[in-house]
């Protein structure tokens, strides 16, 4: 089992930044490829950004791509997102996600997911 931890949502006027932190337990977290991923009401989960196990590969969807950055530290077990230039638009509840499978990830079906961190971008 993979426990997932997420921190570091709340509210930001549009323009601004937050970096969001998921602490990861249970498990080697470095044989895992990680994601994030957000939800809002009535709608599907999105996938935001996916990367791999060592930090050398990284995935973003297409609406934040040159915004937001991904990345991990293998020895403090923690990813974390970083989210520039923030949006109405990107208000969501994210997850962060895992599994030993980046594709698995990638496909938007991890095998470990958190409980979420809501984030709200006020215009």
């Known amino acids: 089992q993979v426990q997932l931890v997420e921190s570091g949502g709340g509210l930001v006027q549009a323009g601004g930044s937050l970096r969001l932190s998921c602490a990861a337990s249970?498990?080697?977290?470095?044989?895992?490829?990680m994601g994030w991923f957000r939800q809002t009401p009535g709608k599907e989960r999105e996938f935001v950004a996916a990367i791999s196990w060592s930090g050398g590969s990284t995935y973003y969807a297409d609406s934040v791509k040159g915004r937001f950055t991904i990345s991990r530290d293998n020895a403090k077990n923690t990813v974390y997102l970083q989210m520039n230039s923030l949006k109405p638009e990107d208000t969501a509840v994210y997850y962060c996600?895992?599994?030993?499978?980046?594709?698995?990830?990638?496909?938007?079906?991890?095998?470990?997911w958190g409980q979420g961190t809501q984030v709200t971008v006020s215009s």
């Open positions: 249970g498990r080697t977290f470095s044989n895992y490829a």
């Open positions: 996600a895992a599994d030993r499978s980046l594709q698995l990830v990638r496909a938007k079906v991890p095998g470990y």
